[in-house]
C-alpha cells in the first residue's frame, strides 16, 4: 500500500507521484481533484444511472418487501371497477426504468450543470473575497428552497380527486412519506420512538442544512451578523421559481413532484462535487485550514441527494395516469433548470464583476425551451409581492418583466 507524503487538514493527502487524494468519507470519487468538471460529470451520471438501475433491480424482486407491499394493494384494487392503480407504469415490465432513461439523460444533459460559475470555482480560481461574496450570496438560495418540499407536501389532503377509489388516501399517504422523509432530512429533526424525541432546546438546535452551511461561515471568518444578506434578483428568481412550481395551483401534481425531486436533487451531487472540489483546492493552494467540518454541507448533499431523487420518482410514478408525465416533468425541470442557470450567471457577474452570458444567448437547445408561459405571469406576480429590502434593487426588480427562461417559438 503507497503511503501519502503528505496531508491537508482532515480533507486530503498528498501522494509520492504529487496526486492529491481525498480522504475517506470527503467524496465517493477521492481523486476528485485530478479530474477536470467534464470527467466529474460523466462519472456521477453513470453512478446514478447504476445506483438507479440496482434500486430498481430490488423492487421488481418477488421477496422485496416494497415489491410485496404495493402488489397487495393492486390486488386490492383489482376487485375494485375503475380503480387505476394497477394501471400505473410502476407495474408494466421495466416501467420505472423506461420512466428514468426518458428523463435523466434530459436533466444531466442540460449545460447549467457546466455554468461557468462551477467550472472556475472547480479550477480554484478565485480570491478570498470573492469565495466570501459566494458563500453570502448562495446562503440565500440554500435557506430559502428549504421549504418547498413542505409547499409539496401540503397540496395533499383528502380532498384530492384520485382515481384509485378505496386507495386514494393510501396512495397519499405514501407520497406524502416520501416527502416528510426528506424534509426531515433538510432540517435534521428525524425521530422514530417517543422516547427519543427531543426536548425543545435540541429541537431548535437541529442539524439543519442552514446550519452545516453556517458551518462554512466559520471556516471563512464571517461572524454571524454578516451572514444573511439581500438576494442578487437572479437568485430571487430561483427561489421564486422552485417555491412557485413545488406549491402552486397552476402547476400539476407530477409537475410540483418533480420539482423537489428530479429537478432539484438530480444534478446537486454533481455541481456540489465542482464547488467542494475547488474550495478544497483554493484552501490548501493558500493555507486555508478549511476542514470537513466546515465543508460538511456540501459533503453531505453529495451523499443523499440522489436517495432523495430516487425516493421522489417513485413517488412520482403514482400520479402518471395519463401517460402525459414524461413532458409535464420535462417542463417542470426545464423551468428550474433555467432559472437556476440565471442564478450562476447574476452570481457570476456579482461575484466576478466579469461578463457572463445569459441563458437566452447560449444557443440553448430546442428541448430545453419552455413550452408555454404559466411561469411567467406567475413569477411577475411574486416578485410584486416580495418585501424590496431582501432583493438588491428590490424596488426596480419588483417591477421588472425580463425572465430567466426561454420560450419555445410555439409557446
Known amino acids: 500500500m503507497i503511503k501519502p507524503t503528505a496531508s491537508f487538514s482532515d480533507l486530503l493527502v498528498e501522494m509520492p507521484d504529487g496526486a492529491l487524494m481525498l480522504n475517506d468519507g470527503v467524496h465517493p470519487m477521492r481523486e476528485l481533484l485530478s479530474m477536470d468538471a467534464e470527467e466529474v460529470l460523466t462519472a456521477f451520471k453513470r453512478s446514478q444511472q447504476q445506483d438507479f438501475s440496482a434500486v430498481i433491480d430490488q423492487l421488481e424482486a418477488p421477496d422485496n418487501p416494497l415489491n410485496q407491499q404495493l402488489n397487495e394493494l393492486r390486488a386490492i384494487a383489482a376487485k375494485e371497477p375503475g380503480n387505476r392503480f394497477p394501471d400505473l407504469e410502476l407495474f408494466q415490465p421495466r416501467g420505472l426504468k423506461t420512466l428514468f432513461s426518458a428523463l435523466h439523460d434530459h436533466v444531466m444533459d442540460h449545460p447549467v450543470w457546466r455554468h461557468p460559475f462551477f467550472v472556475r470555482i472547480f479550477r480554484g480560481d ?75 432546546h435540541r429541537l431548535l438546535t437541529s442539524t439543519t442544512h442552514i446550519a452545516m452551511y453556517r458551518e462554512l461561515f466559520d471556516g471563512l471568518g464571517i461572524p454571524f451578523e454578516q451572514q444573511d444578506v439581500p438576494m442578487l434578483p437572479g437568485v430571487a428568481d430561483n427561489v421564486l421559481t422552485q417555491r412557485l412550481l413545488s406549491g402552486h395551483a397552476d402547476f400539476t401534481l407530477v409537475e410540483s413532484l418533480a420539482s423537489v425531486g428530479l429537478g432539484m436533487e438530480w444534478g446537486v451531487p454533481e455541481f456540489f462535487s465542482l464547488l467542494l472540489g475547488g474550495m478544497i483546492r483554493w484552501a490548501r493552494n493558500n493555507d486555508r485550514k478549511l476542514t470537513r467540518r466546515h465543508l460538511i454541507v456540501f459533503i453531505a448533499h453529495v451523499q443523499y441527494d440522489v436517495l432523495h431523487a430516487i425516493s421522489v420518482m417513485l413517488a412520482t410514478s403514482f400520479f402518471n395516469l395519463d401517460r402525459d408525465g414524461v413532458r409535464q416533468i420535462k417542463q417542470a425541470t426545464n423551468t428550474l433548470m433555467a432559472s437556476r442557470y440565471e442564478m450562476m450567471t447574476s452570481l457570476y457577474r456579482h461575484v466576478f464583476v466579469e461578463p457572463c452570458a445569459a441563458i437566452h444567448d447560449i444557443g440553448l437547445d430546442d428541448r430545453y425551451r419552455l413550452t408555454d408561459r404559466r411561469i411567467a405571469a406567475v413569477l411577475l406576480q411574486a416578485r410584486q409581492q416580495i418585501a424590496p429590502e431582501r432583493v438588491v434593487g428590490g424596488d426596480d426588480y419588483r417591477c421588472s418583466e425580463s425572465l430567466p427562461f426561454v420560450f419555445s417559438d410555439h409557446s
Open 126 to 200: 478565485f480570491d478570498q473575497p470573492q469565495l466570501v461574496l459566494f458563500a453570502k450570496h448562495y446562503f440565500n438560495q440554500i435557506k430559502n428552497t428549504r421549504q418547498c418540499v413542505a409547499l409539496a407536501l401540503g397540496r395533499f389532503s383528502g380532498l384530492m380527486p384520485l382515481p384509485y377509489g378505496c386507495l386514494n388516501e393510501r396512495v397519499s399517504e405514501l407520497a406524502q412519506i416520501v416527502l416528510a422523509q426528506l424534509l426531515a432530512d433538510e432540517y435534521g429533526v428525524g425521530t422514530h420512538a417517543i422516547e427519543d424525541y427531543p426536548d425543545l
